[in-house]
């Protein structure tokens, strides 16, 4: 995975985690972290190897610990994070060695994870791996959350 680790450690990658992971320290509502993004990587990767998607495992990886990495911009001055973080996406994968084509498919994904995709593979194991990752069950703001009801996951899945 030396691909994924030129993501772990690009120095703007860990300054935007941190900054996300320090905006979020009380946070009642789902956050936003390495946490997070791993949760999603491990569920997308889950879910392509049993519905055999044949999707490089690094791309996977890539979407996910990419996904969410807009966010601090979003908590600063309300732009939407996952057009944010496909641009910021861009820019750390441009000092990794995924190609160009490989860099738009990640973005794309990363464009289109807040709704359900009619994108491509990458962007719907992204989204639903997203959704899966979260534990509503025993979520402490779970009468407050936003997500419809129907949404909100009863039990584990992945
Ligand atoms: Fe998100
Ligand atoms: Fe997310």
């Keep these: 995975m030396n691909r994924i680790e030129n993501i772990l450690s690009d120095d703007s990658y860990k ?15 789902c956050c936003h972290g390495l946490e997070h ?3 999603v990587a491990r569920i997308a990767y889950i879910i392509s190897l049993e519905e055999k998607t044949g999707i490089d495992k690094e791309l996977i990886y890539a979407a996910a610990l990419l996904h969410d990495i807009g966010r601090a911009a979003e908590y600063r001055d309300g732009s939407p994070h996952h057009e ?6 861009s ?3 441009s000092h990794t060695d995924f190609n160009q084509d490989e860099i738009k498919t990640i973005c794309h994904a990363i464009t289109c ?4 995709s009619d994108g ?16 509503c069950f025993r979520c402490e703001a779970y009468d407050e959350c936003y ?7 009863k039990t584990i899945l992945y």
């Design 84 to 89: 944010t973080g496909a641009e910021i996406a």
């Design 37 to 39: 993004c791993l949760d």
């Design 113 to 116: 994870h807040k709704s359900e």
């Design 120 to 135: 491509d593979g990458l962007s719907s194991l992204l989204y639903r791996a997203d959704k899966l990752s979260r534990c």
């Design 15 to 29: 300054s935007y985690i941190s900054d996300i992971e320090n905006k979020e320290k009380n946070r009642k509502f």
């Design 91 to 93: 820019e750390i994968l």
């Design 147 to 153: 997500w419809d009801e129907g949404m909100k996951n």
